[in-house]
């Protein structure tokens, strides 16, 4: 039996609801429903994002994706109800408020896609920098003054010429996850730098019950062309040394046995009209080398 004081409580709050109101039931049903449709799930923080860019992003991809904000208690709900795999994982990072995204498309793909969606704002007290924010060297239009103390406490070298001041060399001031402070925020709009990166970022993604980080997902497109190029090369390099024939490592081949028995044409003293000059070259550089041993010996040239 409820205790006297838990009935005045319970009177104090009123009857309970059984059901969510109409908005929220109707949410609850369509993340319930695109979460068996779709294969893939993204989380994306709603931190400095314009509403022009979550418009311009619907529009692009309009039939790849669906995106939507829910409480996250409710999102919850409706990931359970579907049968999300490997719910607890995933809903229990969910936190902030939160863009849903339901597609099929790869989140490696996604995640270029908003990266180039990115746009570039000014600094403001208490921003966390994106990447590492330099002050590029060079003359800044500003005229010395007080302004001089903001450069000094940012570690920005400065020299005053034709009454402005120059930055003396490229300066990283913010690496990425530090908060800008407020001196450096005014430095760095005076400067007309926008240095934070705003829009949608990937916070986390399941998809077809593999839970991805954001760490995870992050690609450097640049980093990883490098490394595709690099390993091309070496396979290349590779299959020429073992003489494995292929359309690309033919006239690799062909080139390296060309320079091979000129080589050794140079040396034989082997003459033709295509081994004439490197033969000659070769007894010039023998010949050249045999003087300066002579002159090592005691002998003079007449």
Known sequence: MPSKQQLVAQEKRGPQRSTYPQKKEKILSRVESLTTQYNTIIVSKLFKVRASQLMLLRKNFRGELIMLVAKNKIASIAMRKAGLESADEFLSRLDGQNALIFTNMSPFKLYLVL???????PARAGDIATDDIVVPAGNTGIPPGPVLSEFKEANVQ??????????????????????ISPKLAGLLS?????????????????????????????????????????????????????????????????????????????RSGYLTKDTAGPVIGFAASQAKALLELAKQKGYQSA
């Open 115 to 121: 990266e180039k969606s990115k746009v570039n704002l």
């Open 158 to 179: 400065t020299r005053i010429e034709s009454g402005s001041i120059y930055v003396s060399r490229d300066s990283v001031v913010a690496r990425p996850g530090e908060t």
């Open 190 to 266: 005076r400067l007309n730098l926008k240095p934070i990166k705003a829009g949608l970022s990937i916070f986390m993604a399941q998809s077809s019950g593999l839970l991805l980080l954001q760490k995870d997902i992050a690609i450097d497109l640049n980093q990883y062309t490098a490394d595709v190029l690099r390993a091309v090369s070496e396979a290349l390099g590779l299959a020429v040394e073992a003489s494995y024939i292929t359309k690309e490592t033919l006239p690799l081949m062909i080139t390296k046995a060309e320079r091979g028995a000129i080589g050794v044409a140079a």
